[in-house]
């Protein structure tokens, strides 16, 4: 009997990296982590992650095949399988495809970021199954996207497409840490929100369970539970948060005509609280041939999962797709 | 001996209507125009059309195939085969794929708005040849834009991808004929150059030779002609203009990170007095990962037949890639 065809997803983070085994229908087997250690060579992440994933392959079901490695890492070239001086990493440009092939030559390795490998990861088992042309906004600590035309990852001409969080939302707004003024996510991030927070708390003079908590203790999770229990300073930081998302989401429309923009991440997890202003803003502000057409999402893959399915997703899309 | 192939190439627009007969090299035969009639139904067009092709064809060498037709149309719909409320054509939504084919029921015929055509003319026959990402802005009246990526031009889930030109430059800012304010063609057009001038004048206390011209007879052209004749209020129009755009095309890169920009249409023959400046503010407001990669170029194409090479590129490109 023949076996059945299993993928590695790698999701490499400045902290940890994750790995598990996914099955063509999304179900992860065997998940996994260790220590990314950043300030060491990436030789020794991989040589570790070998070892690892190898102990772990022990207890799996002999019925299984594997077929690919799919990695998602910061700032990582889809073309060249590099990772190019991730601001967390101290790598500098490291191909870590070439590194991971001496372990695992003979099966097609693949590395894009995470914003790509979270839209490929909702396309093949999420909330954008069966979509050709659609957008994926990861809300984490900075606003990463990737955008699918045609039924495939625009990944440009030099492997870095999809920078939507660095598109100018407020002319010389926020200072980001790209060097520049007012990029969407120095607003419409985790990071973005506490930012706002702060603009609140300066600005006006109600009461707030936010004043009791420094700025290096916000975080999105407790702006939103304290939105949640109806803090109103919070419930406003959410309200300004997606009328700039959904604002800028107005014009991403405009370029690629999605049928759906799907918002995951941490922020994301916010709910209604976000979506709503969002929606708002992003159907007052889209152009009328696109009005009404476009859906805004929340994730459909099960989130804590949703890095390690985005990394095996860009195998499993290139296997399904030449079928 | 087998015949060589030949495409129609059609360019529907609001007064003309051109057409000729365009080889897989892009040179144009037998370039001939007829009158749209705005205000008569589409069928009548099309049946003129057809008429004038045919009494054109019998002219042509018995050594050609015509193999397909390409048109572009304001408001088309790729998938459809329509156009859709074109606002200088009293048609409604009309599908001329369909009507074309009665004429023609055994040649592919496809249909395409003139961005999106110009911009297959560039990547078959002009400045984008052997290019896989790139994006070409139409700059006449409007903003128009065409987005290739991986190869491919971006239609969108709905056929109307790539409207450049309503993205907002500037929040809250000039009144758009789509209804919404700021957007890009209301500043980086012939129409907005044309606002700019009257800002200008309005500001500015300096002699100008532009002074003497009413809003009704400015355009490009005149602003061009006097900008490269030393007018400095002309001049700054231009400034301002490529400051605009060149701001707003850092943005698109963000998106789809194209290899090159291609600026085509009636304002870009202004050449330098745009393109430096535009250039400039490209350069400045790019994001690190994309800067000094992307060429701003002009078109590549002999200028009096962009349009019907572009919808005669719609086939050839098909007819191409599929080789």
């Not at 099955?23 to 030789?43: H, I, K, Q, W």
Request: with cysteine.
């Amino acid at each position: 009997m023949s076996k059945s065809w299993i993928v590695l997803g790698v999701d490499i983070g400045g902290t940890t990296t994750k790995f598990g085994f996914v099955d063509m229908f999304g179900e992860v087997f065997l998940e996994s982590s260790l220590p990314t250690r950043a300030d060491e060579p990436a030789e020794f992440l991989i040589d570790r992650l070998h070892q690892a994933v190898e102990t772990q392959w022990d207890s799996m079901d002999e019925g299984y095949q594997l077929v690919g490695i799919g990695m998602g890492a910061p700032n990582a070239n889809y073309y060249k399988g590099t990772v190019e001086n991730p601001p967390n990493l101290k790598w500098g440009v490291v191909n870590l495809v070439d590194l991971l092939r001496q372990y695992y030559p003979e099966i097609p390795i693949r590395l894009t970021n995470d914003a790509n490998a979270a839209a490929l990861g909702e396309g093949q088992f999420g909330a954008a199954q069966g979509l050709r042309d659609y957008i994926v906004i990861t809300l984490g600590t900075g606003l990463g996207s990737g955008i699918v035309a045609n039924g495939q990852m625009i990944y440009g001409h030099d492997g870095f497409a999809g920078e939507v969080g660095h598109t100018i939302a407020v002319r010389n707004g926020r200072n980001c840490g790209c060097g520049r003024k007012g990029c969407l996510e120095t607003y419409a991030s985790a990071s973005g929100i506490r930012r706002t927070v702060m603009e609140l708390l300066a600005e006006k003079t109600e009461p707030s369970e936010l004043r009791s908590i420094p700025f290096s203790d916000m975080n999105g999770k407790v702006i939103a539970e304290s939105a949640k229990r109806g803090d109103p300073l919070a419930w406003e930081a959410f309200q300004r948060t997606g009328k700039i998302l959904g604002t800028a989401l107005a014009d991403a429309i405009s370029y690629t005509s999605p049928e759906a923009i799907i918002m995951v991440g941490g922020l994301a997890q916010a709910g209604d609280i976000l979506f709503k202003p969002t929606r708002e803003a992003m159907d007052a502000n889209t152009l009328n041939i696109f009005k009404g057409k476009v859906k805004l999402l929340p994730s459909g893959l099960k989130s804590g999962n949703i890095a390690i399915l985005g990394a095996a997703a860009l195998i499993w899309h290139e296997i399904l797709q030449s079928e």
